[in-house]
């Protein structure tokens, strides 16, 4: 996995989203649940397109989490059922408009349907290179460094093991969800809450925070452009200080 650069750019190059507030939404206005998720199909697709326009190269949304299955049976067949019909809807215009689709997390919960679409997906739309759109669906990132780890130890026995001095922090990179891509310079969580829920806990190490109150369906090109402004606006250190990082730039 690849780090970014200390200096902020004018666009981040990869964002990663918690799209909340679908359900509040609905509530707010006195509407099902399911309705607030079908909105937040809309704004998804809106920012999508504004992270193509700003020439972002990696935009990750975390769709489904895995302690998302413990919410109502309704919902999550409804949540599945959009998921299903928002894939093979968007797909053939995300394939046009060059994004290469990519999907972690633990696919073995889901339906026979729904991993056949996953793949088709990404076969689809593998040798596109404009932007890639990441979709964390049944995904946690403690299992994310779990089956990291497992992965190595067993890659490392099939090699004849390796000595514990030897496997160093980067050593678990390659086996990660997210191997191959660069680190999230900007995470932004909408809906009022102030936590990171499980996702992406190893890429965000030195990821700069982003938390709205803006609920995910209100959630437009305007709101994504100030979240990207502040982002400009910091000084990425890195654990260096402030001086060091100056003195570089200079």
Known sequence: MQTSDRQSPAVPRHIAIVMDGNGRWARARHLPRP???????????EIIGTCLERGVEVLTLFAFS???WRRPASEVSTLMDLFFSALRRERD?????????RFIGDRSAFSDNLRAEMERSEEHTRDNRRMT?????????????EQAA???????LAA?????VEAGVSALEPYLATAGLVEPDLFIRTGGERRLSNFLLWQLAYTELYFTDTLWPDFDAAALGEAIADFGRRQRRF????????????
């Open 35 to 45: 309705e607030g998720h079908r909105r937040g199909v809309g704004a998804t697709r």
């Open 66 to 68: 895995s302690e998302n």
């Open 93 to 101: 215009k995300l394939h046009e408009q060059g994004v290469r689709m």
């Open 133 to 145: 759109l990441v979709i964390a669906a049944n995904y946690g990132g403690r299992w994310d460094i």
């Open 150 to 156: 497992r992965s190595y130890a067993e890659a490392s």
């Open 160 to 164: 004849g093991g390796i000595a514990p």
């Open 239 to 250: 654990g260096l200080t402030g001086e060091q990082v100056e003195a570089d730039d200079a």
